[in-house]
């Protein structure tokens, strides 16, 4: 008898595609395509899925609200999201995901892990990260950063501290992150800390605020090496993050 699946992400790209490797494989049958979180606990009630392929990032309902939701017997959830830091991949699990997939992924290991869990009755949880994914980097990094937030002015008492430490962090392991800040970059800090995405960005921009505030002007153009910002030049969020991020890269972090 096919293992049935239900598909749930945004992409129709990806969703198309999936279903139609798995048309080709004689094991498997998807049952359904969910573009949003509703729809996709509708499907999972109809069908009672063997397996459930989840998006984190998606309307109406996120992946861990689907995942809170299941009413009916659990499937066999695989969280598929290009949001593979830690703080997801252990949300996730916390939420009753059985394996996390890093996007982009390449079919054969997905189909290699439904396998898997389609011959043992209780499977371990087990995670997968992309490959290509650096290392964190070690404390000398937190030290530079630590070093540079004292110079500029901003406190370590305040949130915002700790949310662009981490946010630099990040984006000195993966740059591109910086290019997708409210849909990675933020939510990915978020679950970290147990928060929201909209409060980490607040806490933040009051960090930056703070700085200027202070009117430590001077002393950030000279870390950068160039006049960059005046008093009344704030830096966006993003800004702020990249440049740090970047001289943290240069100096070998």
Do not use: C
Request: net charge neutral; proline share 4%.
């Amino acid at each position: 008898m096919k293992k049935t699946v239900v598909i749930a992400d945004d992409n129709a790209g990806l969703t198309l595609s999936l279903k139609e490797f798995f048309d080709s494989k004689s094991d498997y049958e998807v049952v359904g395509i969910a573009e949003n979180g509703v729809v996709a606990l509708s499907l999972v009630e109809r069908f009672d899925p063997d397996f459930l392929l989840l998006d984190i990032v998606m309307p109406e309902l996120d992946g861990f609200g689907v995942l809170s939701a299941i009413k009916s017997k659990r499937p066999t959830v695989i969280m598929m999201s290009q949001l593979n830091t830690d703080g997801f991949v252990q949300k996730a699990l916390r939420y009753g995901a059985k394996y996390f997939l890093a996007k982009p992924f390449n079919f054969d290991v997905l189909l290699k892990t439904l396998d898997e869990f389609s011959g043992e009755e209780s499977a371990p949880v087990v995670t997968t990260r992309q490959p290509a994914q650096q290392p964190r980097r070690n404390r000398s990094l937190d030290e530079k950063i630590a070093n540079l937030f004292i110079s500029v002015g901003i406190p370590a008492h305040i949130k915002g501290y700790q949310f662009l430490r981490e946010a630099i962090k990040i984006t000195v392991d993966d740059p591109e992150i910086i290019n997708s800040i409210t849909k990675k970059l933020y939510p990915s800090i978020a679950a970290t800390f147990n928060t929201t995405a909209s409060k980490v960005e607040r806490a933040i921009r009051h960090a930056i605020e703070v700085a200027w505030n202070r009117g430590k002007i001077e002393n950030i153009n000279q870390i950068f090496g160039m006049k960059i910002y005046s008093a009344n030049e704030k830096p966006t969020n993003g800004e702020f993050i990249a440049l740090v991020a970047d001289k943290m890269l240069l100096e070998g972090a």
